[in-house]
């Protein structure tokens, strides 16, 4: 059965159709780096990591870098993206921990996942 077919049917029975339709490649605006949030398990202390794209810092014992950071355009749903690596700072060179993107949106999607730390993505930095 086509999808015609059916929105015919389902509107001959009173039953009001909306299809939404998004494109396919979604719009993302890149931005120069992004505000992540790490916390210490141990301490319960949190801390707000403003990282430009290409920078390394230290957050405990993990070194963390961003390379990109894109959040959608203000007309669409807020959502922010960023490709992190977290690396283990006790050893040289730094053990690579994690590497990939993280969503500010959904965490769990794409989480870190260590004993001691958890570090998610807030937002992307302003120009």
Known sequence: MSVKALVKILQGAGIAVCLAVSP??????????????????????????????????QFGS??????????????????????VEIGDGKKTPPTLLFRGWMFASS??????????????VLRCLVR
Request: a negative charge; hydrophobic letters at 40%; aromatic letters at 6%.
């Open 24 to 57: 396919a490649s979604a719009e993302y605006v890149g931005m120069p780096g992004a505000v992540l949030q790490g916390l210490d398990k141990i301490t319960a202390r949190v801390s707000e990591l403003p990282i430009q794209n290409g920078q390394t810092v």
């Open 107 to 120: 965490p769990a999607v794409s989480a870190f996942e260590h004993p001691v730390y958890d570090v998610r």
């Open 62 to 83: 993990l070194v963390i870098r961003v390379s990109a950071c894109n959040r959608r355009p203000p007309e669409e749903p807020p959502e922010a993206t960023a490709f």
